[in-house]
């Protein structure tokens, strides 16, 4: 009982943004996490659908940035964003220990779902 609630409170924790500068995740968000109750399967979910949105948020800010670049910079962003997935994929690909349990399975995709949301807010933040 009392891992259940530590692992409760690390996820808790996890979910919520980690700089005050970093934009919340939406609502909706949110209200799924107090939902699943801590259910693994349902916390996949709302962890995969808000990673959605933030992809959606983050593809569009790259599309926005890259149509205001001179092509010289359009190209280092090019390189920059490749180089950032290769990243993101494998530092939070290193966080699905196969001994992890689930918690594991949940703490990869809540990097990748962090990671893609500063990464996104990053992106805005470099357009004029």
Same mark, same amino acid.
């Given at each position: 009982?009392?891992?259940?609630?530590?692992?409760?409170?690390?996820?808790?924790?996890?979910?919520? *943004?980690?700089?005050?500068?970093?934009?919340?995740?939406? *609502?909706?968000?949110?209200?799924?996490?107090?939902?699943?109750?801590?259910?693994?399967?349902?916390?996949?979910?709302?962890?995969?659908?808000?990673?959605?949105?933030?992809?959606?948020?983050?593809?569009?800010?790259?599309?926005?940035?890259?149509?205001?670049?001179? *092509?010289?910079?359009?190209?280092?962003?090019?390189?920059?964003?490749?180089?950032?997935?290769?990243?993101?994929?494998?530092?939070?690909?290193?966080?699905?220990?196969?001994?992890?349990?689930?918690?594991?399975?949940?703490?990869?995709?809540?990097?990748?779902?962090?990671?893609?949301?500063?990464?996104?807010?990053?992106?805005?933040?470099?357009? *004029?």
């Amino acid at each position: 009982m009392t891992k259940t609630i530590a692992a409760s409170l690390l996820l808790a924790c996890l979910a919520l *943004p980690a700089h005050a500068d970093q934009p919340a995740y939406s *609502p909706r968000y949110q209200s799924c996490m107090d939902r699943a109750g801590g259910v693994t399967v349902s916390m996949l979910d709302c962890i995969g659908d808000e990673h959605g949105r933030q992809d959606q948020r983050l593809n569009q800010a790259y599309r926005t940035l890259t149509g205001q670049l001179a *092509p010289s910079r359009r190209k280092g962003l090019v390189a920059a964003q490749r180089l950032w997935l290769q990243y993101r994929d494998a530092n939070c690909g290193f966080y699905a220990d196969p001994d992890g349990g689930t918690l594991a399975g949940v703490s990869a995709a809540l990097c990748r779902l962090q990671m893609t949301t500063q990464r996104a807010q990053e992106l805005q933040d470099l357009a *004029p």
